[in-house]
């Protein structure tokens, strides 16, 4: 009886330990997916701004001027 009630006890404790571990594991991969969706978001405005103030030409968008810029360099490669 007394074994019983310390595999129960041990159980408990252990399943405990686990719900804390997994929802310290959530909100520290939660918090670091944030801090990255930030960087990243922070560097494409900055990558944008940049394109539309130097690289693009004439009537040419943000977007077609990064297309175009990515096959000069795929051709430069080869």
């Known amino acids: 009886m007394a074994k019983s009630k310390l595999v129960q006890a041990n159980?408990?404790?252990?399943?405990?330990?686990t719900t804390g571990f997994k929802k310290m594991s959530d909100g520290v991969v939660s918090g670091y997916q944030k801090i990255e969706d930030a960087v990243v978001g922070g560097y494409t405005k900055i990558e944008d701004k940049f394109v539309d103030?130097?690289?693009?030409?004439?009537?040419?968008?943000v977007e077609?001027?990064?297309?175009?810029?990515?096959?000069e360099e795929a051709d430069r490669e080869k």
Not at 53 to 61: N, P, S
Not at 64 to 71: D, I, M, P, V
């Open 64 to 71: 077609e001027a990064k297309a175009r810029l990515k096959k």
């Open 11 to 17: 159980e408990k404790i252990a399943e405990t330990v």
């Open 53 to 61: 103030q130097f690289l693009t030409k004439d009537g040419e968008t």
